[in-house]
């Protein structure tokens, strides 16, 4: 199972991206898929998450209203829609999947992992 994840840039405050995370490989059934980030010097934190089951999402408080997370079952894609972007946002971004059912809050809940998209937020 490889996830891809895509989409980070350079942006100024206030404004948006899309990240994307496309699910390849084996054939692919997740519980949930989830985005966490990691700036310099802190750790990786839950930033949003998304089960397949029902499709309702789940956000950190800190971008609840901001950022809302998506899926496209038929694409096997995660999507993370951010706007109003602050300079707090600026770090690695990462997609990762869930195979079991449970907690989706932490990096110990996910098994699968892609490659980081790096997003700046210039002030």
């Known amino acids: 199972v490889q996830l891809q994840a895509s989409g980070g840039g350079l942006v100024q405050a206030g404004g948006s991206l899309r990240l994307s995370c496309a699910a390849s490989?084996?054939?692919?059934?997740?519980?949930?898929m989830g985005w966490f980030r990691q700036a310099p010097g802190k750790e990786r934190e839950f930033v949003a998450a998304?089960?397949?089951?029902?499709?309702?999402?789940t956000h950190a408080d800190s971008v609840r209203g901001r950022f809302t997370i998506s899926m496209d079952n038929a694409k096997n894609t995660v999507y993370l829609q951010m706007n109003s972007l602050k300079p707090e946002d600026t770090a690695l971004y990462y997609c990762a999947a869930q195979t079991y059912s449970g907690s989706v809050y932490y990096t110990n809940d996910y098994g699968y992992w892609g490659q980081g998209t790096q997003v700046t937020v210039s002030s």
């Open positions: 490989g084996r054939t692919f059934s997740s519980y949930a």
């Open positions: 998304i089960r397949r089951s029902s499709g309702r999402g």
